[in-house]
């Protein structure tokens, strides 16, 4: 008995989430169902024609050289220091008062995702740099592990974001309006973090005790030692939003900058190269067999029209649009307790995405739709980085805290999932706050 092309695509995610659940890679729990349905809606000469093709098609996509240069730029600034500087120059700045080291820890996260692009990235390296200082001077280690794992999902809120741009290239958006539409809803999230950390240390004060005042050229010297992070951060993105290079030409520059900056500070020395080569390769690997399991099984979607067949139903239903979109976030939370935000965006966005710019949101054009959408997706699966029983973030930060248990980390981060919550429905409820620097840049 054949199988329809609706039973198929059911039983592959079916078969995708109970090897998921097997603890089976992502990438091949994507993979393997999605070559055993192209199998069956084809032949196994049309499935060996695409595996012989597939690879190559995915491997030499220009726009996606974007993501190892990103991420080697950020490896070059881990390793050459700039993480330590941050930190030190934004405890010089509000590290006296109460909560400053945590409020410290948000803001060197946000500055240092500026040239990083990942989340776990930015969330092992300020961990390292900010946790024993915490520590050091009476931070609960509930409050301290969770202020440093939702500051590190800024890795990804505050381009360069590798999600944000895997969400470009799947929807054919312009990567740079993309940065630009996330900039103002990424400083937002790290200013609502800090008056979490705020309201944390008002309510509990003697789990938040300030750090002692430094002297004023000792603080002026930690501010002064952070200008190459900044020089890079405007160069980098001054040339992208201007347009004197393209987002990986800029991502390009960045890495030789930050390599640059590395040498003449004298932190990057051949072992240091040696582990953030290696360490961009790892990472980049893993990130291109996610897309290449996404790849084969959207392939099979597609044979089974299965986002067409959605797109078709999400239109005519009786329910305001904006409830649609708003569901969809909700699926994204729950998808986040059992998948990273890369394999999320790979298998949903060639279905979701369709279906959302079929609908009527706030009379927006296509491209705003698709921009505003975008930013909408980005903050949602950032919960999924903090939020139990997963939270990537929560374990990369516990595993370098080990005297904190988990489960005091995620009731730490209780109240910055309500914020995450709170600013996403903002975000929802008022696009203009992620249009608007793209209209004034790109009008």
Same mark, same amino acid.
């Given at each position: 008995?054949?199988?329809?092309? /609706? ?10 989430? #109970? ?49 190892? $240069? ?9 390793? +050459? +220091? @700039? ?8 405890? /010089? ?78 929807? !054919? ?8 539409? /996330?900039?103002?809803?990424?400083? =937002? ?14 309510? %509990? ?7 002692? %005042?430094?002297?004023?050229? !000792? %603080? ?13 951060? $405007? ?13 990986? !030409? ?22 240091? #190269?040696?582990?953030?080569? =290696? ?7 893993? &990130? ?28 005519? @239903?009786? =329910? ?19 998948? *990273?935000?890369?394999?999320? $965006? #790979? ?11 079929? #609908? ?22 950032? =919960? ?16 370098? /805290? ?8 995620? %009731? ?7 914020? *995450?919550?709170?600013?996403?429905? @903002? ?10 620097? &793209? ?5």
């Amino acid at each position: 008995m054949s199988l329809s092309a /609706a039973q198929v695509g059911l039983t592959m995610f079916a078969v995708m989430l #109970l090897l998921m659940a097997s603890r089976v890679p992502i990438a091949a729990a994507m993979f393997l169902p999605g070559l055993a349905g192209y199998f069956l809606m084809t032949d196994a000469a049309s499935t060996l024609n695409l595996l012989k093709g597939n690879a190559v098609a995915r491997l030499t996509v220009y726009d996606l050289s974007v993501i190892p $240069l990103f991420l080697l730029m950020g490896q070059f600034a881990s390793q +050459g +220091g @700039l993480s330590r500087d941050l930190f030190r120059a934004a405890s /010089a700045a509000i590290g006296h008062v109460r909560g400053g080291l945590a409020m410290a820890a948000i803001l060197s996260a946000g500055a240092f995702g500026a040239v990083c692009g990942s989340s776990v990235a930015t969330s092992a390296t300020i961990t390292q740099v900010a946790y024993p200082q915490m520590r050091s001077h009476g931070y609960s280690g509930r409050l301290a592990t969770a202020t440093l794992a939702a500051g590190g999902t800024l890795g990804i809120l505050i381009p360069p974001s590798v999600p944000l741009v895997v969400y470009a290239i799947l929807t !054919e958006q312009n990567i740079a309006k993309l940065f630009a539409a /996330a900039m103002v809803p990424g400083i =937002i999230a790290m200013l609502g973090y800090i008056v979490v950390v705020a309201l944390y240390a008002r309510a %509990r004060p003697d789990l938040a005790p300030p750090a002692e %005042r430094g002297k004023r050229d !000792e %603080r002026a010297r930690a501010l002064v030692a952070v200008w190459p992070i900044a020089f890079v951060f $405007l160069v980098v993105f001054g040339g992208i939003y201007t347009g004197a290079f393209s987002p990986t !030409e800029g991502a390009a520059v960045g890495a030789i900058m930050t390599f640059l900056v590395g040498l003449a500070r004298r932190e990057l020395d051949r072992r240091a #190269l040696a582990d953030s080569l =290696i360490a961009t390769a790892e990472t980049t690997a893993m &990130v291109f067999m996610i897309f290449l399991g996404a790849d084969m099984m959207n392939a099979t979607l597609a044979l089974t029209e299965m986002p067409k067949m959605v797109a078709q139903w999400v239109t005519t @239903l009786p =329910i305001p649009d904006l409830s649609i979109v708003l569901a969809v976030m909700l699926l994204y939370v729950l998808l986040g307790c059992v998948m *990273d935000e890369l394999s999320m $965006l #790979l298998l949903t966005i060639p279905v979701i995405f369709p279906a959302v710019m079929g #609908l009527e949101l706030w009379g927006l054009k296509y491209e705003a739709k698709a921009l505003w959408f975008g930013i909408l997706v980005l903050m949602t699966v950032g =919960i999924g980085l903090i939020a139990p029983p997963i939270g990537l973030n929560v374990y990369v930060v516990n595993n370098l /805290a080990k005297d904190v248990p988990m489960s005091e980390t995620y %009731r730490g981060v209780m109240p910055f999932l309500a914020w *995450d919550a709170a600013r996403c429905i @903002l975000l929802l409820l008022f696009p203009g706050l992620s249009l608007w620097l &793209v209209t004034v840049l790109f009008a």
